[in-house]
């Protein structure tokens, strides 16, 4: 998932508008579009004050980068997460304790059992 992805999929499951982002970065939201789509790169500092306003740590936008040429290659093949999806893997993710957190997937799980049967 490229940065851009990922400030859409962190945007969106902090519940965020593109208008509120582009107004807390001072930009328009069109170029918060833009960001999110690829066409424009967003450079290190409107990054970082990014990553502040959606309480991610920076390093969030770069795990799992893939090569352009391979992450072109598999655009088409990638699957996208619903946006109530993101937010509940956020909020598991931010859960600190391990134990806590294993217990809350337990649930979830749990819960999707009893739809299933």
């Given at each position: 998932?490229?940065?851009?992805?990922?400030?859409?999929?962190?945007?969106?499951?902090?519940?965020?508008?593109?208008?509120?982002?582009?107004?807390?970065?001072?930009?328009?939201?069109?170029?918060?579009?833009?960001?999110?789509?690829g066409?424009?790169?967003?450079?290190?500092g409107?990054?970082y004050?990014?990553?502040?306003?959606?309480?991610v740590?920076?390093?969030?936008?770069?795990?799992?980068?893939?090569?352009?040429?391979?992450?072109?290659?598999?655009?088409?093949?990638?699957?996208?997460?619903?946006?109530?999806?993101?937010?509940l893997a956020?909020?598991?993710?931010?859960?600190?304790?391990?134990e806590?957190?294993?217990?809350?997937?337990?649930?979830?799980?749990s819960v999707?059992?009893?739809?299933?049967?």
């Amino acid at each position: 998932m490229e940065i851009g992805a990922k400030l859409r999929l962190f945007r969106c499951a902090r519940d965020i508008s593109q208008v509120q982002l582009a107004k807390e970065l001072g930009v328009t939201f069109q170029q918060v579009q833009k960001y999110e789509r690829g066409v424009n790169r967003i450079g290190s500092g409107r990054l970082y004050h990014a990553a502040q306003i959606l309480r991610v740590p920076v390093s969030a936008f770069f795990e799992d980068l893939k090569g352009a040429d391979e992450a072109a290659a598999n655009a088409e093949q990638a699957p996208t997460l619903p946006v109530d999806v993101a937010r509940l893997a956020l909020r598991l993710a931010a859960i600190e304790d391990d134990e806590t957190r294993r217990k809350a997937v337990e649930q979830v799980a749990s819960v999707l059992d009893d739809i299933d049967a």
